[in-house]
């Protein structure tokens, strides 16, 4: 198999694994008083102040949860319900992850406020004069994500993070997949908007992640799950030890590697691209051609071939369609169509996502692999 999935999930690194094993025996409740409950409860703040260290972050700004999409409920729901009457607008980009989207419109619903969609432009990135002319004392929060997990495009999160500021906004980056994977991701900006982090995306443990929340607006935010009042009323309920220390262990090789990392990917995304272009027998085209993307994430069309077919057709190649969370479901890409591709176009896009799962050597046997696959769907078709 030749993994190039490693947006939708990726391997554990073995450093995480010996990391996750060891942290077997830590069994107490962190949040208990016996001997056993502090054993694990220092090792959980060990691996807080690591993080925020990591992260040049304040300990105090980072919450533990169970991966992006909750740390996304806690945050969105969190200022959306907490925000003045008055704030009643929700500004969200079109291209975000379901679980923003979703989320966005679900805390509408409660709160009584109306949600407007940023569009983007054809090369997938946000518009930020939609964004600059929407943006007012009516709204309540603003989400843009800082790069798409479809296509890897890198949106503007300096100049976003500006607009907002200047309107007293708070901003929602979802930065799962930027933090540990762009080298050029500014993590200074971490303290003044919401971000989150999720651990199977870097090569850490799943049900693991981080909310990292300013202490400046975590008074004003409502507390959506509460329960025993764990990290600071955010996050109620026990926390998941191994998946504390294994995030912990992830990020650190993550942001200690990531420009090696950065150069590899490059070298393999390139190498895969251009060796594909002139291996297979009908047009191919690049998605997010003219934007800055991920340097491993690669999101391509094959002239009249749909995804669907080609996927079930690759004997090594482990790719998919559009986000692992909508794969299964009918409908094309909302991100492919938002940047203005047609439906067909949206179905024949498949995304590539290259990681420390697979090396250059695997890259000829991947060109082949999905050369073979066109050929196979053609001859089928005729
Ligand atoms: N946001 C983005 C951009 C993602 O790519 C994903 C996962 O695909 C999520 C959020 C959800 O992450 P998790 O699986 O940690 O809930």
Known sequence: MIYLDHNASTPMLDVVKDEVSRSWALFGNPSGENSASLRAADEVESA??????????NHQDLIFTSGSTEAIAIAVYGVVIGAPVQRNEILVSKIEHKAVLATCYAAAEVSGKRVIEIPVTPSGEIDV????????????????????????????????????KTFDVPLFCDTTQSIGKDPDFA????????????????????????????????????????????????????????????????????????????????????????????????????NAKSAKTL???????????????????????????????????????????????????????????????????????????????VDRVLLLSR
Do not use: W
């Open 48 to 57: 807080r102040e690591r993080i925020s260290s990591l992260l040049g972050i």
């Open 129 to 164: 004069n939609f964004l600059l002319e929407n943006v007012s004392e009516k709204t309540a929060i603003v989400c843009c994500m800082s790069a798409n997990n479809e296509t890897g495009v890198i949106q503007s999160t300096n100049e976003i993070l500006k607009i907002a």
């Open 187 to 286: 993590l200074e900006n971490l303290g003044s908007m919401i971000s989150v982090v999720s651990g199977h995306k870097i090569y850490g443990p799943k049900g693991a992640g981080l909310a990292l929340i300013p202490r400046s607006l975590q008074g004003k935010m409502f507390k959506i799950l509460s329960g025993g009042g764990q990290e600071r009323g955010f996050r109620g309920g026990t926390l998941n030890v191994s998946g504390i220390l294994g995030l912990a262990k992830a990020l650190d090789v993550s942001l200690s590697t990531i420009a090696d990392f950065d150069l590899e990917m490059t070298r393999m995304k390139m190498e895969f691209m251009h060796a594909l272009e002139s291996a297979v027998q009908v047009p191919m085209h690049l």
């Open 295 to 373: 340097n491993n994430t690669l999101s391509l069309r094959f002239e009249g071939i749909s995804a669907e077919d080609l996927l079930v057709n690759f004997r090594e190649v482990v790719a998919s369609r559009a986000s692992a969370c909508t794969t299964g479901r009918e409908e094309p890409s909302h991100v492919l169509l938002a940047m203005g591709l047609t439906t067909k176009e949206a179905e024949q896009s498949i995304r590539f996502s290259f990681g420390r799962g697979c090396s250059l050597d695997d890259i000829p046997v991947a060109v082949r692999d999905v050369s073979d696959a």
